[in-house]
């Protein structure tokens, strides 16, 4: 592989990587220390993980980092169709190499945890440590009363991912006279994730990113989480985790591309989209 396809795998791998870990980190120390002890909290590492990610790696891939963006991305005329496998297989195999990098720093700790909670890896209960991986629905650490359906569960993905997309267009989109600088956008799209998973992950654990669900998730399921990690405990893991994403990231895109975007053009003449910042 080589030339911009090269670059492309090589900024979406390391960014995906990163925010992936990081983030799933942070998961990890709130679930086996109780290192943080708020939501808030975890989603604040998380928006920053994604704020350096995209710093690390945008000048290689514009930093999608993604599954949803990218597809988003193509749909509206940002990244030539033929990238995206590309994109896909990278950001994919990022997000399985961050979980295996996971799981060898804090194996220890997880076998201790199980241990002292009578947890037998691979049985339902083990949902409590391949949460460290995965998402699921509902939180394994919300309160017993709550409840989400998988249908309710497919609409808070969506429904995440739509805003984060959404957010991304207008952050970055050149007609869009009240965009931040190229430089500032980053911290913005990190501070939304921060906000999304402040308002969602009580329900879901708000994924909104199909790699840093299906990366981790498949190799907690090789590591001996088995059928918890893949379908889960209540099934549905793809429709929840990767296609609600897809079709909320979609929906974003078209919203944008076909109505918002000409109603910016339209209301502020012409304008250049030369200096739009991607991610």
Known sequence: MTGDYG?????????????????????????????????????????????????????????HLNPA????????GRMDVRKLPVYWVAQLTG?????????????????VVEA????????PESVL???????YYPNPSSPVLCSVSPAGA????????????????????GCNVGRPSSDVAPILIGLTITVLISIFAPLTMAGFNPARDFGPRLFAFLAGWGKVAIPGPRGGFFTIYILAPLVGGSLASLLFHKLLEPLMRGKHGACSCKDHFSP
């Open 7 to 63: 670059h492309s795998f090589a900024g979406e791998l390391l960014g995906t990587f990163m925010l992936v870990f990081f983030g799933c980190s942070t998961v990890a120390v709130t679930v086996l220390f109780s290192a943080h002890t708020g939501l808030f909290q975890v989603a604040v590492v998380w928006g920053i993980s994604v704020t350096l990610a995209i710093y690390a790696t945008r000048h290689l891939s514009c930093a």
């Open 95 to 111: 997000g399985f190499l961050a979980g295996a990098a996971v799981y060898a720093i804090f194996s220890p700790s997880m076998a």
């Open 154 to 173: 497919f609409a808070v993905e969506a429904l995440g991912t739509f805003w984060l997309v959404l957010i991304i267009f207008a952050l970055t989109e």
């Open 69 to 76: 963006v990218s597809l988003a991305m193509v749909i509206a």
């Open 129 to 135: 440590t391949a949460m460290l991986f995965g998402e």
């Open 116 to 123: 002292a909670r009578h947890i037998v890896r691979g049985a």
